[in-house]
């Protein structure tokens, strides 16, 4: 007897490689799935702005990478002695004007020259409600400022929609070669009300499949389905009943990279994997003659990595080697 419905994902037609650069933006699950990415050695950029939720500020800040904006003292603003950005995280601010506006504008022109040559843009959605300011602007964190100071809306299917085309018509002047992921975010917003988040969820869906079906660089990955249709059991989510745990994770991770890494770079993650097993290995005896040869032996298996992908970052693993050896 069958008590669940599994889904394989189909894979994708062309597929992400380790010689790729990877440009993810969006919610806290583009953070754990890119997480993953830098770990087996993918040429990976992460949420410049931080962690981002909605179409509007996740699109438009896009669009400011791409224009390669710098901000000034005019887009700060002060909130209990703290300097902040209403398009950033709270990870941007800083008690100093000057050193919150260097910490954006570093990130901004990394952002920028990265973008400019990826190959794959990641984008994870996670809620179609946005929260304005008096003077209608969309902010991307609300900073802990008080909630009667804003705005709260309901994005609707097309308003996503137009918001995320306007961004990806911007993008294919600035890249032509980039090509697109949508997802979306399985982490339910349950402070928005269980319907209102199932609302919300769908106006991203809707947008999302109408952009794929029109745009021939655009892909969907089904994360969301993957939790909600496939797992659907709280015993894969954290305490909070809100966000998927690590069991979810890693399911999702496993769908992903079957349906999305090419072969010859899911043979590169096995040995990375080993790599990195080899690093996290606690010695019995590290003075022993046995450990010796352990370094040298995967010393040799990453140095033959590289040589034979040259593209890889493996300088750390090599060091963690060296440096193991040249103290015995």
Same mark, same amino acid.
């Given at each position: 007897?069958?008590?669940?419905?599994?889904?394989?994902?189909?894979?994708?037609?062309?597929?992400?490689?380790?010689?790729?650069?990877?440009?993810?933006?969006?919610?806290?699950?583009?953070?754990?799935?890119?997480?993953?990415?830098?770990?087996?050695?993918?040429?990976? %950029?992460?949420?410049?702005?931080?962690?981002?939720?909605?179409?509007?500020?996740?699109?438009?800040?896009? %669009?400011?990478?791409?224009?390669?904006?710098?901000?000034?003292?005019?887009?700060?603003?002060?909130?209990?002695?703290?300097?902040?950005?209403?398009?950033?995280?709270?990870?941007?601010?800083?008690?100093?004007?000057?050193?919150?506006?260097?910490?954006?504008? @570093?990130?901004?022109?990394?952002?920028?020259?990265?973008?400019?040559?990826?190959?794959?843009?990641?984008?994870?959605?996670?809620?179609?409600?946005?929260?304005?300011?008096?003077?209608?602007?969309?902010?991307?964190?609300?900073?802990?400022?008080?909630?009667?100071?804003?705005?709260?809306?309901?994005?609707?299917?097309?308003?996503?929609?137009?918001?995320?085309?306007?961004?990806?018509?911007?993008?294919?002047?600035?890249?032509?070669?980039?090509?697109?992921?949508?997802?979306?975010?399985?982490?339910?917003?349950?402070?928005?009300?269980?319907?209102?988040?199932?609302?919300?969820?769908?106006?991203?869906?809707?947008?999302?499949?109408?952009?794929?079906?029109?745009?021939?660089?655009?892909?969907?990955?089904?994360?969301?389905?993957?939790? %909600?249709?496939?797992?659907?059991?709280?015993?894969?989510?954290?305490?909070?009943?809100?966000?998927?745990?690590?069991?979810?994770?890693?399911?999702?991770?496993?769908?992903?990279?079957?349906?999305?890494?090419?072969? @010859?770079?899911?043979?590169?993650?096995?040995?990375?994997?080993?790599?990195?097993?080899?690093?996290?290995?606690?010695?019995?005896?590290?003075?022993?003659?046995?450990?010796?040869?352990?370094?040298?032996?995967?010393?040799?298996?990453?140095?033959?990595?590289?040589?034979?992908?040259?593209?890889?970052?493996?300088?750390?693993?090599?060091?963690?080697?060296?440096?193991?050896?040249?103290?015995?």
């Amino acid at each position: 007897m069958e008590f669940r419905l599994p889904f394989t994902p189909k894979p994708f037609i062309q597929k992400l490689a380790h010689h790729h650069k990877l440009f993810l933006a969006g919610s806290c699950f583009t953070e754990q799935i890119g997480a993953k990415l830098s770990n087996y050695k993918f040429k990976t %950029i992460e949420n410049p702005n931080g962690i981002l939720f909605n179409p509007i500020s996740i699109s438009e800040n896009i %669009i400011s990478y791409i224009d390669e904006k710098m901000y000034n003292e005019n887009d700060l603003f002060l909130n209990n002695e703290i300097w902040g950005s209403w398009s950033h995280h709270t990870k941007f601010s800083d008690v100093n004007k000057a050193q919150a506006l260097e910490k954006i504008n @570093q990130s901004q022109k990394a952002a920028h020259e990265f973008l400019k040559n990826a190959d794959w843009l990641i984008i994870t959605l996670g809620s179609s409600y946005v929260y304005e300011l008096e003077n209608k602007k969309v902010v991307a964190n609300c900073h802990k400022v008080p909630t009667d100071k804003f705005n709260k809306k309901l994005l609707s299917a097309l308003e996503v929609e137009n918001a995320l085309q306007n961004m990806l018509e911007k993008l294919k002047s600035f890249n032509p070669n980039v090509k697109t992921i949508f997802t979306i975010s399985p982490v339910r917003h349950l402070r928005d009300g269980f319907v209102e988040n199932n609302r919300s969820k769908a106006n991203l869906i809707a947008a999302v499949h109408d952009l794929v079906a029109s745009n021939g660089n655009c892909f969907y990955f089904p994360s969301y389905e993957l939790v %909600i249709d496939d797992l659907r059991d709280y015993r894969f989510y954290a305490e909070d009943m809100v966000h998927p745990n690590y069991q979810a994770t890693q399911y999702v991770w496993e769908k992903f990279t079957t349906a999305c890494i090419d072969e @010859q770079s899911l043979s590169i993650m096995k040995e990375i994997g080993m790599i990195n097993a080899a690093k996290n290995h606690r010695p019995f005896n590290p003075t022993s003659n046995q450990h010796l040869q352990f370094l040298k032996t995967n010393l040799g298996k990453t140095l033959q990595l590289h040589q034979s992908n040259p593209y890889l970052d493996l300088t750390a693993e090599i060091d963690f080697f060296e440096s193991g050896i040249n103290n015995f």
